[in-house]
């Protein structure tokens, strides 16, 4: 039995906000910016050209030694599919399934690499564990893949955002 998931609509309306400061710095705004205060200068976040680039990646983040170390669910392949829908990407754990849209009219908005993380980070749920699917653990192990992967610039704008819009970490 899961615990209900009463932080989703939160979790993806803060992610809205963060990948929009992400778009906004590759269109040019520049990579510097103020945040409650302090200054700092994005990374660059990856963008994928295929399911087949997507399926690398996650592959190799899986493969990572810290990765392996802290979450043996890692040890897990996942397997990458085009998704038919376009509004969202989503986990499928009974298959260690992460379905991306690949199209959506002229957006490839889930083809990057925050959206990657965000669904890795529902596969190294430990088996059986019956958490909430963005409880609290959950934004734990992404903002750890977020600030380890991306940096952490990255990692303290998502913070920052989920804690504006209410999202509890663990």
């Not at 040890?75 to 260690?96: D, I, L, M, Q, S």
């Not at 959506?104 to 564990?129: F, K, M, N, T």
Request: charged fraction near 25%; include cysteine.
């Amino acid at each position: 039995m899961r615990l209900r998931d009463d932080q989703r609509s939160l979790v993806y309306d803060a992610e809205s906000v963060v990948r929009g400061i992400f778009d906004r710095a590759d269109r040019g705004t520049g990579r510097q910016l103020e945040l409650f205060g302090s200054h700092l200068t994005l990374p660059v976040e990856r963008r994928f050209a295929s399911v087949e680039s997507v399926q690398d990646y996650a592959d190799r983040v899986l493969a990572l030694n810290w990765v392996r170390a802290r979450w043996p669910r890692s040890a897990v392949p996942v397997t990458v599919r085009a998704r038919a829908g376009a509004k969202a990407a989503h986990y499928e754990p009974a298959t260690a399934t992460l379905a991306v849209p690949v199209v959506c009219g002229q957006s490839r908005w889930a083809l990057r690499e925050l959206v990657v993380l965000h669904e890795l980070a529902h596969h190294l749920e430990p088996d059986g564990a019956g958490l909430a699917p963005h409880g609290p653990e959950f934004v734990d192990r992404y903002l750890v893949l977020v600030e380890e992967i991306l940096g952490g610039e990255a990692a303290f704008v998502l913070r920052t955002v989920f804690v504006e819009n209410g999202v509890r970490p663990g």
